[in-house]
């Protein structure tokens, strides 16, 4: 390559340079697609474990897996990360109600009845 041919200056400079830059966009938003995806996968396992461990409102410091609290490492575990989780969770609420791609799983309540809550 000649010195200067990405500068601009001639058409060629420009064309190469502005195919250059829409390589790395594209590459870049692939890579950001990607993790979004890890994220969801992530999350998505933390709300099944969730779902049987959780703070059980009818029964305090026990968890809806019939051990108390600190007995239930699950629970523990998921505590450090509950408001993460819960905050993916009403994001992508957001989304499957604007019709837009989301990260919840068939099993979700909102997904599975096909019309998500308000």
Not at 18 to 26: A, F, N, P, Q
Not at 95 to 115: F, I, K, N
């Amino acid at each position: 390559m000649r010195a200067g041919v990405l500068d601009g200056a001639t058409e060629a400079g420009a064309a190469l340079r502005d195919g250059l830059r829409d390589d790395r966009v594209r590459r870049a938003e692939r890579a950001t697609r990607l993790t979004a995806k890890r994220v969801d996968t992530a999350m998505v396992a933390l709300w099944r474990l969730q779902a049987f461990h959780h703070p059980d409102p009818k029964r305090t410091g026990s968890c809806t897996c019939g051990r108390t609290l600190p007995a239930c490492g699950e629970s523990r575990i998921l505590e450090g990360v509950r408001q993460e989780m819960l905050d993916w969770e009403r994001r992508n609420l957001d989304l499957l109600r604007a019709g837009e791609r989301h990260g919840l799983p068939p099993e979700h309540p909102d997904v599975a009845s096909g019309s998500p809550a308000r």
